[in-house]
């Protein structure tokens, strides 16, 4: 039978440890990239949501026709996968009459946003729409439910 020394097992030990660390240090260099990758489509997003706010916000402007302001907000937040960036709503909102001036409209956005309940801050300038607002549009619009 064929023994193996201490010192092999040692050396084993040290071998597979540097294995091991050479694994780990490739895992972190791989979150890392995915990482940068994410922020590298956040930015991409918000730069489109800049240059093209109607489109980043997902809704077509007359879509928004008749909606209270709030209903508008949380219309752009769901197609826009529950997130709410205000310049994206400030723009569609006036284009579709919402808001008549651009003089006050991020503070008239802040202000429903804040009134309304359905909104959590995510980071500035951006807001997501709590999941207890996938209830229909007339609820949330009336304050009351919808009796069935």
Known sequence: MNQISKSEFTELKKKLGRELDD???????????VEEKQDEIRAV???ESLLYPAAAAGVLIGEL?????????????????????TKAAKSV?????LIKSSKN???????????????????????????????PLEEFASGTPKKS
């Open 105 to 135: 409209a991020s503070q008239i956005i802040f202000n429903t946003v804040l009134k309304s309940g359905l909104f959590v801050k995510a980071a500035p300038g951006e807001y997501e729409l709590l999941e207890q607002e996938k209830k």
């Open 65 to 85: 026709h008749g909606l209270t302001q709030k209903e508008a907000l949380v219309k752009i937040a769901k197609a826009n996968k529950g997130v709410l960036h």
């Open 23 to 33: 694994l780990k240090a490739a895992a972190e260099e791989a979150n890392y990239r």
């Open 45 to 47: 997003e918000l730069t």
């Open 93 to 97: 909102m006036l284009r579709a009459g």
